[in-house]
């Protein structure tokens, strides 16, 4: 299954981790870690390098975000939030999403 977690600090996103395999399919033809991880390194490659923390690995993607307060993370977090949960939509036997406000 893969595990989606969002954080939030004055409703902006500083946390956002995804990991695991969804396991829907065999290895190289599953539709659900494809998309996600479409998705994922979409977003990294979409993100700036300045104040925000990426890493990116097999059955992993860690964004940590340092500046809260650069709003272009926050729209494009904010569209990988949205994305996941339309996966999660269609596939939550393959996909759990958690969000928390600190």
């Given at each position: 299954m893969i595990h989606v977690t969002l954080r939030r600090k004055n409703q902006r996103i500083y946390v956002l981790k995804v990991t695991g395999h969804a396991l829907s399919a065999p290895?190289?033809?599953d539709?659900?870690?494809?998309?996600v991880s479409?998705?994922?390194t979409g977003g990294a490659n979409a993100l700036k390098p300045q104040g925000i923390r990426i890493h990116l690995s097999e059955g992993l993607a860690d964004f940590q975000v340092d500046n809260l307060e650069e709003?272009?993370?926050q729209h494009v977090l904010e569209l990988l939030w949205i994305?996941?949960?339309?996966?999660?939509?269609?596939?939550?036997q393959f996909i759990s999403i958690k969000e928390q406000e600190d």
């Open positions: 290895y190289g033809e539709l659900v870690c494809a998309g479409a998705i994922v709003m272009s993370h994305q996941l949960k339309t996966i999660q939509a269609s596939y939550s």
